[in-house]
């Protein structure tokens, strides 16, 4: 009879999929990016959609630069969760239809933001947007 084995493989998980990255990737939006560090659920599911896709970013980028230009993005129902993760956390509050950065998420973003080999796409491609994504191009997207 013959011998069947299995050998094993690690699977590979993009970073994009993992929940540690994307907690960090709403905590660096609201940080560098929100006026006020706090923005709406809507904003919020845009730029969660657009950050996760870097093929997306020159189409952003032109999209708030000029304001005729088209945008569409694929929501990612995962945010539901991640804001979940970091209301129960205390990282974020969520006060008059806005999610607000605490301010021990402040704390924590900021070890984040200092570190210069953490995050480094992420965080120029905030720095280049800077607050420019307001809810009034939100309303355009809808």
């Not at 998980?13 to 929940?19: A, C, G, H, T, Y």
């Not at 980028?61 to 129960?88: E, M, P, R, W």
């Not at 998420?105 to 307001?134: A, M, Q, V, Y």
């Amino acid at each position: 009879m013959n011998k069947v084995t299995f050998k094993r493989k690690p699977y590979y998980l993009p970073v994009v999929s993992k929940m540690n990255y994307k907690i960090v990737v709403i905590l660096l939006f609201l940080k560098l990016s929100s006026i006020k560090n706090k923005s709406s659920l809507e904003r919020l599911m845009i730029m969660y959609g657009v950050i996760r896709n870097k093929i997306l970013w020159d189409q952003f980028y032109k999209f708030i630069g000029d304001n005729s230009n088209k945008f569409t993005f694929t929501n990612d129902d995962t945010i539901y969760k991640v804001l979940k993760i970091l209301l129960s956390s205390r990282l974020i509050i969520f006060d008059k239809s806005q999610f607000i950065i605490t301010d021990l998420g402040n704390e924590f973003i900021l070890k984040i933001i200092e570190d210069d080999d953490l995050f480094i796409d992420e965080k120029l491609f905030f720095d280049t947007i800077k607050k420019r994504f307001t809810e009034a191009l939100v309303k355009k997207i809808k």
